[in-house]
Protein backbone atom coordinates (compact mmCIF):
# COMPACT_ATOMS: atom_id res chain seq x y z
CA UNK A 1 0.00 0.00 0.00
CA UNK A 2 1.21 3.44 -0.59
CA UNK A 3 1.86 5.42 1.90
CA UNK A 4 2.34 9.29 1.85
CA UNK A 5 5.40 9.73 4.26
CA UNK A 6 8.62 8.59 4.06
CA UNK A 7 11.72 8.07 6.56
CA UNK A 8 14.88 7.52 4.77
CA UNK A 9 18.28 6.25 6.69
CA UNK A 10 21.49 6.50 5.52
CA UNK A 11 23.53 3.27 6.60
CA UNK A 12 26.83 4.60 5.49
CA UNK A 13 25.89 7.91 7.89
CA UNK A 14 25.28 5.59 10.95
CA UNK A 15 28.19 3.43 10.19
CA UNK A 16 31.09 6.56 9.56
CA UNK A 17 29.33 7.91 12.31
CA UNK A 18 30.24 5.00 14.57
CA UNK A 19 33.78 5.01 13.59
CA UNK A 20 33.89 8.88 14.00
CA UNK A 21 32.80 7.96 17.52
CA UNK A 22 35.16 5.18 17.42
CA UNK A 23 38.19 6.72 16.69
CA UNK A 24 37.72 9.62 18.95
CA UNK A 25 37.42 7.54 22.08
CA UNK A 26 40.60 5.56 21.25
CA UNK A 27 39.18 2.17 22.40
CA UNK A 28 36.15 -0.21 20.87
CA UNK A 29 32.69 1.61 20.91
CA UNK A 30 29.45 -0.54 21.19
CA UNK A 31 26.15 1.28 20.26
CA UNK A 32 23.18 1.86 22.40
CA UNK A 33 20.06 0.47 19.84
CA UNK A 34 17.45 0.56 22.96
CA UNK A 35 14.10 2.43 21.81
CA UNK A 36 14.22 0.43 18.07
CA UNK A 37 17.30 2.22 17.46
CA UNK A 38 16.38 5.47 18.61
CA UNK A 39 13.26 4.92 16.43
CA UNK A 40 14.99 4.28 13.39
CA UNK A 41 15.27 0.57 13.70
CA UNK A 42 17.57 -1.50 16.03
CA UNK A 43 18.02 -4.69 13.77
CA UNK A 44 19.22 -2.86 10.84
CA UNK A 45 21.01 -0.20 13.23
CA UNK A 46 22.84 -3.46 14.99
CA UNK A 47 23.45 -5.26 10.79
CA UNK A 48 25.21 -2.01 9.92
CA UNK A 49 27.62 -1.22 12.57
CA UNK A 50 28.26 -5.38 13.39
CA UNK A 51 29.48 -5.02 9.33
CA UNK A 52 31.46 -1.76 10.44
CA UNK A 53 32.82 -3.75 13.25
CA UNK A 54 30.87 -2.94 16.57
CA UNK A 55 30.46 -5.98 19.01
CA UNK A 56 28.98 -4.68 21.78
CA UNK A 57 24.73 -3.42 21.89
CA UNK A 58 22.63 -2.21 24.30
CA UNK A 59 18.71 -2.38 24.78
CA UNK A 60 17.05 -1.14 27.68
CA UNK A 61 14.48 -4.61 28.47
CA UNK A 62 14.55 -8.40 27.36
CA UNK A 63 11.53 -7.54 25.00
CA UNK A 64 14.04 -5.39 23.23
CA UNK A 65 16.83 -8.31 23.14
CA UNK A 66 14.20 -10.64 21.87
CA UNK A 67 13.12 -8.21 19.35
CA UNK A 68 17.03 -8.01 18.28
CA UNK A 69 16.54 -11.19 17.03
CA UNK A 70 20.11 -13.08 16.71
CA UNK A 71 23.26 -11.64 15.81
CA UNK A 72 26.27 -12.39 14.11
CA UNK A 73 28.99 -14.46 15.37
CA UNK A 74 30.68 -12.43 17.96
CA UNK A 75 28.42 -10.04 19.10
CA UNK A 76 26.74 -9.62 22.65
CA UNK A 77 23.93 -7.92 23.88
CA UNK A 78 23.31 -6.14 26.75
CA UNK A 79 19.95 -5.73 28.98
CA UNK A 80 20.36 -2.13 30.42
CA UNK A 81 17.45 -2.47 32.80
CA UNK A 82 18.86 -5.91 34.21
CA UNK A 83 16.80 -8.28 35.26
CA UNK A 84 14.05 -7.71 37.40
CA UNK A 85 11.66 -10.11 39.49
CA UNK A 86 9.63 -11.17 36.16
CA UNK A 87 12.78 -11.25 33.72
CA UNK A 88 13.97 -14.27 35.15
CA UNK A 89 12.66 -16.67 32.56
CA UNK A 90 13.97 -14.78 29.34
CA UNK A 91 17.02 -13.95 30.85
CA UNK A 92 17.24 -17.80 30.97
CA UNK A 93 16.25 -18.04 26.99
CA UNK A 94 17.86 -14.85 25.45
CA UNK A 95 21.51 -14.92 25.34
CA UNK A 96 21.51 -11.24 25.95
CA UNK A 97 23.61 -9.98 29.65
CA UNK A 98 22.07 -8.26 32.06
CA UNK A 99 23.44 -4.82 33.56
CA UNK A 100 22.92 -5.25 37.00
CA UNK A 101 21.21 -2.82 38.54
CA UNK A 102 21.31 -2.78 41.99
CA UNK A 103 21.81 -5.68 45.28
CA UNK A 104 18.53 -6.70 44.57
CA UNK A 105 19.05 -7.58 41.26
CA UNK A 106 22.60 -9.02 42.21
CA UNK A 107 21.61 -11.48 44.22
CA UNK A 108 18.54 -12.62 41.82
CA UNK A 109 21.16 -13.03 38.97
CA UNK A 110 23.10 -15.10 41.68
CA UNK A 111 20.40 -16.96 42.11
CA UNK A 112 19.18 -18.32 39.03
CA UNK A 113 22.74 -17.95 36.69
CA UNK A 114 25.34 -18.30 39.17
CA UNK A 115 27.99 -19.24 36.43
CA UNK A 116 27.46 -16.52 33.39
CA UNK A 117 28.86 -13.29 32.90
CA UNK A 118 26.89 -10.00 33.29
CA UNK A 119 27.73 -6.85 33.67
CA UNK A 120 27.25 -4.38 36.91
CA UNK A 121 26.26 -0.42 36.99
CA UNK A 122 27.59 1.62 39.42
CA UNK A 123 25.78 4.73 40.52
CA UNK A 124 28.73 7.14 40.87
CA UNK A 125 25.87 10.62 41.34
CA UNK A 126 23.58 10.26 38.75
CA UNK A 127 21.02 8.78 41.01
CA UNK A 128 19.10 6.73 38.43
CA UNK A 129 20.19 3.21 37.95
CA UNK A 130 22.96 1.64 39.79
CA UNK A 131 24.76 0.40 42.62
CA UNK A 132 26.22 2.82 45.06
CA UNK A 133 30.09 2.89 45.61
CA UNK A 134 29.25 1.55 49.20
CA UNK A 135 27.53 -1.28 48.14
CA UNK A 136 30.26 -3.21 46.53
CA UNK A 137 30.77 -5.56 48.54
CA UNK A 138 27.98 -7.39 46.74
CA UNK A 139 29.37 -7.85 43.35
CA UNK A 140 31.71 -10.48 45.05
CA UNK A 141 31.83 -13.83 43.33
CA UNK A 142 30.07 -12.62 39.94
CA UNK A 143 31.65 -13.42 36.76
CA UNK A 144 31.51 -9.42 35.89
CA UNK A 145 31.89 -8.57 32.20
CA UNK A 146 31.84 -4.65 31.78
CA UNK A 147 31.56 -2.83 34.75
CA UNK A 148 29.61 0.70 33.78
CA UNK A 149 28.46 3.82 34.88
CA UNK A 150 26.38 6.72 33.59
CA UNK A 151 27.53 10.66 32.82
CA UNK A 152 24.57 12.68 34.14
CA UNK A 153 25.74 16.04 32.74
CA UNK A 154 28.30 15.17 29.88
CA UNK A 155 26.50 16.90 27.14
CA UNK A 156 27.68 20.53 29.88
CA UNK A 157 30.82 21.65 30.61
CA UNK A 158 29.54 20.42 34.55
CA UNK A 159 31.60 19.97 37.39
CA UNK A 160 29.47 16.96 37.75
CA UNK A 161 31.68 15.31 34.76
CA UNK A 162 35.07 15.35 36.14
CA UNK A 163 33.25 14.15 39.80
CA UNK A 164 31.53 11.12 38.58
CA UNK A 165 34.86 10.14 36.11
CA UNK A 166 36.92 10.44 40.34
CA UNK A 167 34.40 8.45 41.36
CA UNK A 168 33.83 5.67 38.82
CA UNK A 169 38.07 5.08 38.47
CA UNK A 170 38.10 4.77 42.56
CA UNK A 171 34.91 2.03 41.85
CA UNK A 172 37.12 0.76 38.79
CA UNK A 173 40.05 -0.04 41.12
CA UNK A 174 38.14 -1.80 44.09
CA UNK A 175 35.76 -3.93 41.48
CA UNK A 176 37.54 -6.52 39.08
CA UNK A 177 35.99 -6.83 35.62
CA UNK A 178 36.96 -7.41 32.20
CA UNK A 179 36.60 -4.37 30.92
CA UNK A 180 35.48 -0.58 32.40
CA UNK A 181 32.90 1.64 30.43
CA UNK A 182 31.52 5.20 31.14
CA UNK A 183 30.95 7.02 28.11
CA UNK A 184 28.11 8.04 26.33
CA UNK A 185 27.82 10.24 22.47
CA UNK A 186 28.61 13.38 24.90
CA UNK A 187 30.88 11.55 27.09
CA UNK A 188 33.45 10.42 23.97
CA UNK A 189 33.18 14.20 22.99
CA UNK A 190 34.63 15.07 26.88
CA UNK A 191 38.13 13.52 26.01
CA UNK A 192 39.86 10.11 26.49
CA UNK A 193 39.55 10.42 29.83
CA UNK A 194 36.53 9.40 30.05
CA UNK A 195 37.27 6.09 27.61
CA UNK A 196 38.43 3.47 29.83
CA UNK A 197 37.62 0.49 27.52
CA UNK A 198 35.12 0.49 25.92
CA UNK A 199 32.30 3.15 24.81
CA UNK A 200 28.26 3.39 24.66
CA UNK A 201 27.37 5.49 22.11
CA UNK A 202 23.62 6.30 20.94
CA UNK A 203 22.51 9.32 20.00
CA UNK A 204 25.74 10.46 17.69
CA UNK A 205 25.51 6.91 15.96
CA UNK A 206 22.26 8.45 14.30
CA UNK A 207 23.23 11.64 13.58
CA UNK A 208 22.68 13.98 17.40
CA UNK A 209 25.14 16.44 18.30
CA UNK A 210 25.52 16.71 21.75
CA UNK A 211 28.22 18.72 22.08
CA UNK A 212 30.26 21.42 19.49
CA UNK A 213 32.93 18.86 19.17
CA UNK A 214 30.81 16.65 17.75
CA UNK A 215 29.55 19.46 15.02
CA UNK A 216 30.91 18.43 11.42
CA UNK A 217 32.31 15.07 12.34
CA UNK A 218 28.64 13.80 12.55
CA UNK A 219 26.46 13.65 10.27
CA UNK A 220 22.50 13.77 9.66
CA UNK A 221 21.00 10.05 9.26
CA UNK A 222 17.34 10.07 8.92
CA UNK A 223 15.28 12.08 5.92
CA UNK A 224 11.44 12.93 6.62
CA UNK A 225 9.69 13.60 3.52
CA UNK A 226 5.99 14.23 3.32
CA UNK A 227 3.64 14.37 0.10
CA UNK A 228 1.68 17.44 -0.93
CA UNK A 229 -2.12 16.28 -0.29
CA UNK A 230 -3.46 19.41 -1.83
CA UNK A 231 -2.58 22.94 -2.93
CA UNK A 232 -4.49 26.23 -1.86
CA UNK A 233 -4.90 29.61 -1.79
CA UNK A 234 -5.43 31.08 1.90
CA UNK A 235 -7.50 34.64 1.07
CA UNK A 236 -6.01 37.74 2.78
CA UNK A 237 -7.38 38.04 6.30
CA UNK A 238 -8.40 33.89 6.52
CA UNK A 239 -6.31 31.53 9.08
CA UNK A 240 -5.33 28.08 8.58
CA UNK A 241 -5.43 25.43 10.85
CA UNK A 242 -6.75 24.59 13.98
CA UNK A 243 -6.96 27.53 16.77
CA UNK A 244 -6.84 29.99 14.03
CA UNK A 245 -3.45 30.65 14.76
CA UNK A 246 -2.05 31.58 12.01
CA UNK A 247 -3.74 34.47 9.40
CA UNK A 248 -2.51 35.50 6.05
CA UNK A 249 -1.83 38.81 6.10
CA UNK A 250 -2.63 38.80 2.15
CA UNK A 251 -3.47 35.79 0.22
CA UNK A 252 -0.83 33.13 0.60
CA UNK A 253 0.19 30.24 -1.39
CA UNK A 254 0.08 26.93 1.03
CA UNK A 255 0.55 23.31 1.06
CA UNK A 256 -1.26 20.45 3.34
CA UNK A 257 1.34 17.84 4.12
CA UNK A 258 0.64 13.66 4.99
CA UNK A 259 2.63 14.71 8.34
CA UNK A 260 1.37 15.30 11.64
CA UNK A 261 2.12 14.86 15.52
CA UNK A 262 0.20 11.29 15.37
CA UNK A 263 3.91 10.71 13.19
CA UNK A 264 5.84 12.42 15.68
CA UNK A 265 6.15 15.82 14.00
CA UNK A 266 4.72 17.19 17.55
CA UNK A 267 3.05 20.59 18.14
CA UNK A 268 5.96 21.94 19.35
CA UNK A 269 6.73 22.99 15.65
CA UNK A 270 3.89 24.83 15.34
CA UNK A 271 4.28 27.86 13.48
CA UNK A 272 8.20 27.17 13.84
CA UNK A 273 8.89 24.52 12.13
CA UNK A 274 10.01 24.41 7.98
CA UNK A 275 10.20 22.05 4.96
CA UNK A 276 11.88 22.50 1.92
CA UNK A 277 11.63 22.50 -1.49
CA UNK A 278 14.82 22.75 -3.53
CA UNK A 279 16.77 25.43 -1.79
CA UNK A 280 13.73 27.27 -0.90
CA UNK A 281 12.49 27.32 3.05
CA UNK A 282 8.97 26.58 3.45
CA UNK A 283 7.65 27.93 6.99
CA UNK A 284 5.28 25.74 9.09
CA UNK A 285 1.65 27.72 8.80
CA UNK A 286 -0.22 27.54 12.29
CA UNK A 287 -0.76 24.59 14.60
CA UNK A 288 0.29 21.31 13.86
CA UNK A 289 -2.50 18.43 13.32
CA UNK A 290 -2.70 15.03 14.08
CA UNK A 291 -2.09 13.44 10.45
CA UNK A 292 -1.76 17.18 8.18
CA UNK A 293 0.63 20.39 8.54
CA UNK A 294 0.43 23.39 6.22
CA UNK A 295 3.43 24.98 5.30
CA UNK A 296 3.68 28.06 2.91
CA UNK A 297 4.64 27.53 -1.02
CA UNK A 298 4.44 30.88 -2.18
CA UNK A 299 8.63 30.64 -2.74
CA UNK A 300 7.34 27.44 -4.58
CA UNK A 301 4.93 27.85 -7.64
CA UNK A 302 5.27 24.52 -8.88
CA UNK A 303 4.70 22.63 -6.16
CA UNK A 304 1.23 20.72 -5.97
CA UNK A 305 -0.65 17.49 -5.43
CA UNK A 306 1.63 14.82 -5.11
CA UNK A 307 5.14 15.93 -4.69
CA UNK A 308 7.25 15.38 -1.80
CA UNK A 309 8.65 18.21 0.46
CA UNK A 310 11.35 17.13 2.73
CA UNK A 311 10.92 18.33 6.21
CA UNK A 312 13.64 20.43 7.94
CA UNK A 313 14.25 17.18 10.42
CA UNK A 314 18.06 18.45 10.59
CA UNK A 315 18.34 17.01 14.38
CA UNK A 316 20.45 20.24 16.11
CA UNK A 317 18.11 22.72 14.43
CA UNK A 318 14.99 20.94 14.36
CA UNK A 319 15.68 20.85 18.09
CA UNK A 320 16.12 24.85 18.61
CA UNK A 321 12.98 25.02 16.21
CA UNK A 322 10.60 22.82 18.53
CA UNK A 323 11.78 23.03 21.44
CA UNK A 324 12.41 19.15 21.79
CA UNK A 325 15.55 17.43 22.65
CA UNK A 326 17.53 15.66 19.56
CA UNK A 327 16.80 12.10 21.24
CA UNK A 328 13.03 13.02 21.19
CA UNK A 329 12.80 14.33 17.67
CA UNK A 330 14.36 10.55 16.64
CA UNK A 331 12.55 8.49 19.45
CA UNK A 332 9.02 9.79 18.69
CA UNK A 333 8.89 9.13 14.86
CA UNK A 334 5.49 7.42 14.64
CA UNK A 335 4.91 3.91 12.81
CA UNK A 336 3.18 5.49 9.65
CA UNK A 337 6.07 6.00 7.38
CA UNK A 338 7.32 3.90 4.60
CA UNK A 339 10.50 3.02 5.69
CA UNK A 340 14.12 3.54 3.38
CA UNK A 341 17.19 2.49 4.54
CA UNK A 342 19.73 3.55 2.01
C1 LIG B 1 21.12 5.40 26.34
C2 LIG B 1 22.38 5.12 27.03
C3 LIG B 1 23.60 5.40 26.39
C4 LIG B 1 23.68 6.14 25.09
O1 LIG B 1 23.60 7.51 25.37
P1 LIG B 1 23.63 8.66 24.25
O2 LIG B 1 23.51 9.90 25.02
O3 LIG B 1 22.43 8.41 23.39
O4 LIG B 1 24.89 8.52 23.50
C5 LIG B 1 24.75 5.01 27.03
N1 LIG B 1 24.72 4.41 28.24
C6 LIG B 1 23.56 4.17 28.88
C7 LIG B 1 23.60 3.52 30.21
C8 LIG B 1 22.36 4.52 28.32
O5 LIG B 1 21.22 4.30 28.97
Known amino acids: MHRPLRLTV???????????????????AGAAVKADGYGLGARETAHALYQAGCRDFFVSTWAEADALGPLPLGASVVV?????PKDVDASQTISARP????????????????DRPCDVMIDTGMNRLGLRPTEIGALDGLEIDTLHSHLACADEDSPMNPMQLERFRAVASAVPAKRYALANSAGICLGRAYSFDLVRPGLSIYGGIPREEADGKIRNAVRVDAQVVQRRTIPAGESCGYGATYVAKEPTEAAILNIGYADGYLRSFSSRGSAFAGEFALPVLGRVSMDLIAVGVDAAPALREGDWVEIDYDLPSAAKQSGLSQYELLTTLGSRFERRWL
Not at 10 to 28: H, K, Y
Not at 80 to 84: A, F, R
Not at 102 to 111: F, N
Open 10 to 28: DRTAIQENWRWLQDRAGVP
Open 80 to 84: LHGVG
Open 99 to 114: CLNSVEQVARWKDIAP
